[in-house]
């Protein structure tokens, strides 16, 4: 099992960004993802998570809802996380996963700062 993230970036405040996260080694459709992010001197924290096969139940932290997506491609394998409206509290390497016992990846670094 493996997920490679990417997308990050430097964006200034207010501004936009899509991260991808490709799996492999499992059956993707067959499993809900979450989004996950890990602040400066901060403990990982839980962001958002979708649903198996069409996704259609989505959940946010209060922290982002209304202001990042989640989505899947399951021909693709991949998760989005959509983010808009950035602000500086958003600075985090950001993680996907299937559930928990799952080696992380590496992760995609997002600073936002102007």
């Known amino acids: 099992v493996q997920f490679v993230e990417s997308g990050g970036g430097l964006v200034q405040p207010g501004g936009s960004l899509r991260l991808s996260c490709v799996a492999s080694?499992?059956?993707?459709?067959?499993?809900?993802m979450s989004w996950y992010r890990q602040a400066p001197g901060k403990g990982r924290e839980w962001v958002a998570s979708?649903?198996?096969?069409?996704?259609?139940?989505?959940n946010y932290a209060d922290s982002v809802k209304g202001r990042f997506t989640i989505s899947r491609d399951n021909a693709k394998n991949t998760v989005y996380l959509q983010m808009s409206s950035l602000n500086p509290e958003d600075t985090a390497v950001y993680y996907c996963?299937?559930?928990?016992?799952?080696?992380w990846g590496r992760g995609t670094q997002v600073t936002v700062s102007s």
């Open positions: 080694g499992f059956s993707f459709s067959t499993y809900g």
């Open positions: 979708i649903s198996s096969a069409g996704g259609g139940s989505r």
């Open positions: 996963r299937r559930r928990i016992g799952d080696n």
